[in-house]
């Protein structure tokens, strides 16, 4: 696909809105899509160089697709990454970034305590069926991370850039270096930040990875994942792995990807003022054990947070304590009126989901509570509604369960 006829150094709500939808003659304003699973070439010649990549071009729709590439060469521009490929969901960009990093039996990955439930599950229950070991640790306490790399070599690090449910933020940078001391190569999970807030590449990181269900689509009716790379020497393993494995993003849910990025940053600077408004709010109440908001003082990362993140952008996750368990915390959501229960996160609605029975319902209590999840933890996604509303209800709710 050629290039867009613009600097690629404009700013990042002028490349949202304009990159992978390059200008020319009766191009459509909007990125066509594509839905053929094979493509006609104009010779059995021109074929041959297709397959072979000797020469740009689409062949079958597992090995390219030119609505998959109108969004991955926006996300190129977007995270200024030198590979990117699209998957059909988060958890398939996490496994291809994984296998990037050439993992073998015996290698281990050092993973953050603080993972999605499912992405700790990924490392620690179907790469370790190929001989592959996992270590978790605490990435906030450095002494601890600087020990395990001295013990475990590992072959890489997985961390998010905002942990899922707690928010905390972690020396990103510092924990890069450490990595990349001890030829560790480094991936981050960035679905919390998004380019917005984050780009750990720049700082470092080999492979950042999206899931772009949730803020990027931004409207819960696409599921993909994506994978971007620091260096040229990932692309040919990862569209290797796309092509083989088959864990393709199809063109409809690459359009509807696409379009959420060109209206990304008007949303996700909503939700994160929304978001901040609500986390204030609610800690004035008294209402609740705990409010965990990445730029709170009470916070236990929060000056990372100010160093590492935009000031006027801190997420768009609140995590709530309730005041009292399982019980209590069913009674909440049963009450909830204007935010929805449901298992997600970067919708246009204020969303709620109960790590018990969703994002962390596999690990042990033990392992939940190492990490500080209780009975009473729920985390609010929040939405786009008028934060009038969405504290009113969520007040009611709290209201209800006590």
């Known amino acids: 696909m050629n290039e867009e006829p613009f600097d690629s150094d404009l700013d990042i709500q002028t490349l949202l809105v304009h990159a992978g939808n390059p200008r020319r003659n009766l191009q459509p304003t909007a990125l066509s899509i594509y839905p053929s699973t094979s493509f006609i070439a104009d010779s059995p010649e021109q074929l041959d160089d297709i397959m072979a990549e000797r020469v740009p071009g689409y062949s079958y729709a597992r090995h390219g697709n030119p609505t998959v590439e109108g969004l991955t060469d926006a996300m190129?521009?977007?995270?200024?990454?030198?590979?990117?490929?699209?998957?059909?969901?988060?958890?398939?960009?996490?496994?291809?970034?994984?296998?990037?990093?050439?993992?073998?039996?015996?290698?281990?990955?050092?993973?953050?305590?603080?993972?999605?439930?499912?992405?700790?599950?990924?490392?620690?229950?179907?790469?370790?069926?190929?001989?592959?070991?996992?270590?978790?640790?605490?990435?906030?306490?450095?002494?601890?991370?600087?020990?395990?790399?001295?013990?475990h070599r590992p072959k890489a690090l997985l961390f998010e850039t905002v942990s899922n449910p707690l928010l905390k933020v972690v020396d990103a940078p510092v924990l890069v270096k450490m990595a990349h001391d001890f030829s560790c190569q480094v991936i981050v999970d960035s679905t919390f930040t998004t380019p917005l807030m984050a780009r750990p590449l720049s700082y470092g990181a080999d492979l950042v990875v999206h899931s772009a269900t949730k803020y990027l689509g931004g409207h819960g009716d696409a599921m993909g994942?994506?994978?971007?790379?620091?260096?040229?020497?990932?692309?040919?393993?990862?569209?290797?792995?796309?092509?083989?494995?088959?864990?393709?993003?199809?063109?409809?849910?690459a359009w509807l990807i696409h379009r959420g990025l060109q209206t990304l940053a008007v949303r996700f600077e909503r939700q994160c003022a929304n978001a901040w408004q609500l986390a204030t709010r609610l800690e004035d109440s008294g209402r609740l054990r705990a409010v965990y908001h990445p730029f709170l003082a009470s916070h236990p990362t929060v000056e990372t947070a100010k160093r590492?993140?935009?000031?006027?952008?801190?997420?768009?996750?609140?995590?709530?304590?309730?005041?009292?368990?399982?019980?209590?915390?069913?009674?909440?959501?049963?009450?909830?009126?204007?935010?929805?229960?449901?298992?997600?996160?970067?919708?246009?609605?204020?969303?709620?989901?109960?790590?018990?029975?969703?994002?962390?319902?596999?690990?042990?209590?033990?392992?939940?509570?190492?990490?500080?999840?209780?009975?009473?933890?729920?985390?609010?996604?929040?939405?786009?509604?008028?934060?009038?509303?969405?504290?009113?209800?969520?007040?009611?709710?709290?209201?209800?369960?006590?």
């Open 308 to 402: 590492l993140l935009p000031a006027q952008l801190g997420g768009a996750v609140v995590t709530l304590e309730l005041r009292g368990e399982r019980r209590e915390a069913y009674r909440f959501l049963k009450a909830l009126k204007v935010v929805r229960p449901a298992t997600t996160v970067g919708d246009v609605y204020t969303l709620c989901l109960y790590p018990l029975i969703a994002s962390h319902r596999n690990q042990t209590e033990e392992e939940r509570m190492s990490m500080g999840i209780t009975e009473g933890t729920v985390r609010l996604a929040v939405g786009l509604e008028h934060p009038d509303d969405i504290y009113a209800d969520v007040i009611q709710a709290v209201a209800d369960a006590d």
């Open 76 to 151: 190129k521009r977007l995270e200024h990454a030198a590979a990117v490929i699209a998957t059909g969901s988060g958890m398939a960009a996490i496994d291809a970034a994984l296998f990037a990093t050439g993992l073998r039996a015996g290698d281990t990955v050092l993973l953050s305590r603080d993972l999605y439930g499912a992405s700790l599950n990924l490392v620690g229950k179907v790469w370790a069926q190929y001989g592959v070991l996992s270590v978790v640790v605490d990435l906030t306490d450095l002494q601890a991370v600087a020990a395990a790399f001295k013990q």
């Open 225 to 253: 994942g994506i994978v971007a790379a620091g260096d040229v020497k990932y692309y040919d393993i990862l569209h290797q792995y796309i092509k083989l494995r088959g864990g393709i993003l199809g063109p409809f849910e």
